[in-house]
């Protein structure tokens, strides 16, 4: 279920507004202007902002500005929904690179249509990044790309080659129990740091779910569990969870697998590993 965040200071247009997108299947956060709605977009994930422009204390065009400031955003989809409906403000608007520009009054079916194309293009942009531009970590598609070449070379000219699957173990309690954002959230931070940890020429990318494929080329089995261990036994992670400042703790674990020397195909590997994670869930 993706999530859009309202804002609007009308407490009726907001009501409204957000009726039609939870009909249309939406989980809906609501702000009364800018500055609300930047404090919500720090403790919760969003899928798209869906916004006014004439709102006190911070109008749409200053969040659109501070939206767009922050690299974790590069890919959330930006509307506006105002009654502003000259042509020189939707010019302007579009200008700056909004992803959509609506006039009231819109139909319900209006609405979840702009906003369904706006969240379909954000995810197809997605898809030709190397890396994603929010954790800065390699994109799925890249690493089943480098993977097949990697085992390419390391086969022909009998080097090592390594994978190692991560997974956040308690994934999916963090959804029951608390929200899928403050999963999402703690899948980021994991990646993250696992990053930090390794090589330079190591890649590693998120896979869906908390769920996280690593791949060393150059290293043997033997030594890559050396280091998944050595990161398992030093790891310290843990989240707020902002309605009660509770510390709440993320736990990982691992796989590993040699690709090469092997005759194993490395995405059948790689597909049987991340599922498996999944079944433990």
Same mark, same amino acid.
């Given at each position: 279920?993706?999530?859009?965040?309202?804002?609007?200071?009308?407490?009726?247009?907001?009501?409204?507004?957000?009726?039609?997108?939870?009909?249309?299947?939406?989980?809906?956060?609501?702000?009364?202007?800018?500055?609300?709605?930047?404090?919500?977009?720090?403790?919760?994930?969003?899928?798209?902002?869906?916004?006014?422009?004439?709102?006190?204390?911070?109008? @749409?065009?200053?969040?659109?500005?501070?939206?767009?400031?922050?690299?974790?955003?590069?890919?959330?989809?930006?509307?506006?929904?105002?009654?502003?409906?000259?042509?020189?403000?939707?010019?302007?608007? &579009?200008?700056?690179?909004?992803?959509?520009?609506?006039?009231?009054?819109?139909?319900?079916?209006?609405?979840?249509?702009?906003?369904?194309?706006?969240?379909?293009?954000?995810?197809?942009?997605?898809?030709?990044?190397?890396?994603?531009?929010?954790?800065?970590?390699?994109?799925?598609?890249?690493?089943?790309?480098?993977?097949?070449?990697?085992?390419?070379?390391?086969?022909?000219?009998?080097?090592? &080659?390594?994978?190692?699957?991560?997974?956040? @173990?308690?994934?999916?309690?963090?959804?029951?129990?608390?929200?899928?954002?403050?999963?999402?959230?703690?899948?980021?931070?994991?990646?993250?740091?696992?990053?930090?940890?390794?090589? %330079?020429?190591?890649?590693?990318?998120?896979?869906?779910?908390?769920?996280?494929?690593?791949?060393?080329?150059?290293?043997?089995?033997?030594?890559?569990?050396?280091?998944?261990?050595?990161?398992?036994?030093?790891?310290?992670?843990?989240?707020?969870?902002?309605?009660?400042?509770?510390?709440?703790?993320? %736990?990982? @674990?691992?796989?590993?697998?040699?690709?090469?020397?092997?005759?194993?195909?490395?995405?059948?590997?790689?597909?049987?590993?991340?599922?498996?994670?999944?079944?433990?869930?």
């Amino acid at each position: 279920m993706k999530t859009v965040l309202v804002v609007e200071d009308s407490g009726s247009s907001r009501d409204i507004t957000s009726h039609f997108l939870q009909q249309g299947g939406f989980r809906v956060l609501e702000a009364s202007d800018g500055a609300d709605a930047l404090n919500i977009m720090k403790k919760r994930h969003v899928d798209l902002v869906l916004t006014d422009i004439m709102m006190p204390n911070m109008d @749409g065009w200053a969040l659109y500005r501070e939206v767009r400031g922050d690299k974790r955003y590069n890919l959330t989809p930006f509307v506006f929904l105002t009654v502003l409906d000259e042509l020189d403000n939707q010019i302007r608007g &579009l200008s700056l690179g909004v992803d959509d520009y609506l006039t009231k009054p819109v139909t319900p079916p209006q609405l979840l249509a702009r906003v369904n194309t706006a969240l379909m293009r954000s995810e197809r942009l997605s898809q030709y990044f190397y890396r994603d531009p929010v954790t800065d970590l390699e994109t799925e598609f890249y690493f089943r790309q480098q993977l097949a070449i990697e085992i390419m070379r390391c086969r022909k000219f009998s080097r090592p &080659l390594t994978l190692l699957t991560f997974g956040v @173990g308690n994934y999916v309690s963090l959804v029951r129990g608390h929200a899928d954002w403050f999963a999402q959230q703690a899948a980021v931070r994991t990646g993250l740091a696992l990053h930090e940890k390794l090589r %330079d020429f190591d890649l590693i990318a998120h896979m869906g779910l908390g769920r996280f494929a690593i791949l060393m080329p150059e290293t043997e089995a033997a030594t890559a569990r050396a280091w998944a261990e050595k990161v398992q036994s030093s790891w310290k992670l843990s989240l707020v969870w902002p309605e009660t400042e509770q510390h709440i703790g993320v %736990d990982i @674990g691992f796989a590993i697998d040699a690709l090469s020397p092997g005759d194993a195909e490395p995405e059948e590997v790689l597909n049987k590993r991340l599922e498996s994670f999944e079944r433990k869930w």
